[in-house]
Antibody, heavy 116, light 113 residues
Framework: DVQLVESGGGLVQPGGSLRLSCEAS????????MSWVRQAPGRGLEWVAN????????YYVDSVEGRFTISRDNAKNSVYLQMNSLRADDTAVYYC?????????WGQGTLVTVSS | DIVMTQFPDSLAVSLGERATINCKSS????????????LAWYQQRLGQPPKLLIY???TRESGVPDRFSGSGSATDFTLTISSLQAEDVAVYYC?????????FGQGTKLEIK
């Protein structure tokens, strides 16, 4: 079975950093683009970033450009989101998802809270 | 950026009745070379990640009940639930995956009347 398991969330002060991880299993990880999507409390879904199969291309939503970096390690079947200069409005549940024609597979999410 | 607008924002339907949710994109998301609209529909129950229902605007995901159907092309799309069941209470999102930044509609909250 396909599984995506996020980790690394927690409470961080404004201006701080956090690194999220997503470990994949049950499919050929190196064959797929991967995305991070977030959902602020009580709000809708917002795509954050994605990365190509070999890591050679990355794309970001404007609100995180220059602060967040997506990366992957195909040997470890993992995708990461390095988040710097965190702000209160980055508070959300962060999901990783496998890209495709429609995103079938999502993790359960990890909560990031930015607060002093 | 492509803006996705859903309507209505909320909807209350009686059990067994039809529910219809609409989604409009600010740009054409039909790719002419394959004649596919890059539009998906998701269901999100409380406390759960989104679940894919429909992709390519009208292709039902494996395992999704056939009471769920998607239609539309280019800029105007519809998700229809033909006979509402209690387990369909959720928030529904449309999403374009035509170009980054991929964008979602604001969501439609579906309740039982």
């Amino acid at each position: 079975d396909v599984q995506l398991v996020e980790s690394g969330g927690g409470l961080v002060q404004p201006g701080g950093s956090l690194r999220l991880s997503c470990e994949a299993s049950g499919f050929t990880f190196s064959g797929y683009w991967m995305s991070w999507v977030r959902q602020a409390p009580g709000r809708g879904l917002e795509w954050v970033a994605n990365i190509k199969q070999d890591g050679s291309e990355e794309y970001y939503v404007d609100s995180v450009e220059g602060r967040f970096t997506i990366s992957r390690d195909n040997a470890k079947n993992s995708v990461y989101l390095q988040m710097n200069s965190l702000r209160a409005d980055d508070t959300a549940v962060y999901y990783c998802a496998r890209d495709g024609g429609g995103w079938t597979y999502w993790g359960q999410g990890t909560l990031v809270t930015v607060s002093s | 950026d492509i803006v996705m607008t859903q309507f209505p924002d909320s909807l209350a339907v009686s059990l067994g009745e039809r529910a219809t949710i609409n989604c409009k994109s600010s740009q054409n998301i039909l790719f002419s070379s394959n004649n596919k609209s890059y539009l998906a529909w998701y269901q999100q129950r409380l406390g759960q990640p989104p679940k894919l229902l429909i992709y390519w605007a009208s292709t039902r995901e494996s395992g999704v009940p056939d009471r769920f159907s998607g239609s539309g092309s280019a800029t105007d799309f519809t998700l229809t639930i033909s006979s509402l069941q209690a387990e369909d209470v959720a928030v529904y999102y449309c999403q374009q995956y035509y170009s980054t930044p991929y964008t979602f509609g604001q969501g439609t909250k579906l309740e039982i009347k």
